[in-house]
């Protein structure tokens, strides 16, 4: 496949190096990604994703050419090269080119110039020995799946017939999905004001349209007017979710969204019922001018305050809630598509400290809500222990909890999975864990 990246390849792949190194180093790819200079940024993040898509390839080969790994940057241009060069149909370049880029970056590169041998003979190597070396590293879970063997092992044992699909499905760039904002308009209308500006899309559940290619979000028409918002299909499910069933009494319904940021289940709430009261918390005060804006855009209104949602004593108001909306921190799993360095950034020790904490925001959060309101969790997450096995224990220690008809654990879905009647509905989306509780009274 041939790139339109515009700008000097050898610069592209340095940065590109640079930004493996920092997820390396345990750093989100968004943040590095946003440091890079913006007239390199764009090229660079499409190498960036591409690179860490293949991560574990790259990781298997650098092995077999050298067990001992050069010096960190050295080692990421080596494998960022290694990642986008490893397979024909995939490589954004010719091969051959990625190669004498990657040692070209390293030449012009004060702190690795020194590296730059090394790099040319092990790129060389691969070069001479690339279907050997492929197959030698075949055996190896990391490359075959380019996740952690953890995470493979973990998904074999949470999903045995699913875990092929949910891998293979993050190996694919994640489609633009849209809400529609019912306030302004229909799914039917906006598909039609999409085609008239030329953009291509179909229907997708009860509020969403799917692009068949993404576009900067200035090109969608009604977007600073608040007639959409980017969300992916799965994650439009959790308004309705939480609302539907709730008794519309004579006054407002009083909602809280527990881990708002960025805001955007809570505009969907205001949409669905725009009388609602929803208070939406976050611990970052700076997340939560994310959440205003988001909000103000939308021209909807809500409280916001920044507050530890499991601390209650710092932020109740003593008054329950009729719905407690709890979209829960976890490994984000689910949504490997469109974050593909949280796979190398988690470690399989994250998934009993975030259950903790799970565990802590429902202990907290429950006592709030009114006898026959309800709590929707959910979870980005494909893992168990991150929702059907938190809720299963949740449910047997407070006999008030009674779970409602849910989705429960949705894996993800993409172009190249086999199509379900869901995913005829939802289109392509994230992997996501939904549990609806009603408080009952006893």
């Avoid at 997820?23 to 990604?33: E, F, K, L, P």
């Avoid at 092995?63 to 494998?79: I, N, V």
């Avoid at 499910?237 to 009494?249: E, H, I, S």
Wanted: proline share 6%.
């Amino acid at each position: 496949m041939q790139s339109n990246l515009q700008a000097p390849l050898w610069q592209l792949l340095q940065a590109a190096s640079q930004v493996a190194q920092a997820v390396q180093s345990g750093r989100s790819m968004t943040a590095a990604i946003e440091a890079v200079p913006k007239d390199l940024r764009p090229g660079v993040q499409a190498l960036s994703f591409q690179a860490m898509r293949w991560w574990g390839r790259a990781m298997a080969l650098r092995q077999s050419l050298a067990r001992k790994a050069p010096p960190a940057q050295a080692d990421a241009l080596l494998c960022t090269a290694l990642a986008l060069s490893w397979h024909d149909e995939l490589a954004p370049y010719p091969i051959h080119t990625l190669v004498n880029q990657a040692v070209e970056a390293a030449r012009k590169h004060k702190d690795m110039r020194a590296q730059a041998p090394f790099i040319n003979a092990c790129l060389r190597r691969f070069l001479r020995e690339r279907q050997a070396l492929l197959a030698q590293t075949d055996a190896d879970i990391t490359a075959q799946w380019n996740h952690p063997a953890w995470w493979v092992k973990r998904l074999q044992s949470d999903h045995p017939e699913q875990w092929q699909t949910i891998l293979q499905a993050a190996q694919s760039a994640a489609p633009m999905t849209l809400r529609v904002n019912p306030k302004h308009s229909s799914v039917q209308a906006y598909l039609q004001a999409l085609d008239a500006n030329g953009i291509s899309a179909k229907a997708v559940g009860a509020y969403g349209v799917q692009l068949v290619k993404a576009v900067p979000v200035q090109m969608l028409p009604g977007f600073l007017e608040g007639h959409v918002s980017v969300q992916d299909a799965a994650a439009q499910l959790a308004a309705p979710l939480l609302l539907q069933g709730l008794q519309t009494a004579s006054q407002a319904l009083r909602l809280l969204d527990a881990c708002a940021a960025p805001g955007g289940k809570t505009g969907h709430l205001l949409e669905c019922d725009p009388l609602a009261q929803v208070l939406a918390l976050d611990v970052d005060p700076v997340r939560c001018e994310r959440i205003q804006q988001n909000l103000d855009r939308l021209k909807v209104k809500a409280q916001i305050v920044a507050a530890d949602a499991h601390k209650p004593a710092d932020w109740w108001d003593g008054q329950s809630f009729d719905g407690i909306l709890l979209d829960a921190p976890c490994t984000a799993s689910g949504i490997g598509r469109r974050h593909p360095d949280v796979r190398w950034l988690r470690r399989e020790s994250d998934l009993a400290q975030l259950a903790a904490i799970q565990a802590k925001l429902l202990q907290a959060l429950w006592p709030l809500l009114k006898p026959g309101g309800r709590l929707l969790f959910c979870t980005c997450s494909v893992f168990k222990v991150e929702g059907e096995t938190q809720i299963q224990t949740f449910v047997q220690h407070n006999t008030d909890a009674l779970i409602l008809p849910s989705p429960g654990h949705l894996t993800p879905s993409s172009a190249t999975s086999e199509t379900s009647l869901r995913d005829n509905v939802m289109g392509e989306h994230d992997g996501f864990y939904y549990a609806l509780l009603e408080k009952r009274s006893i």
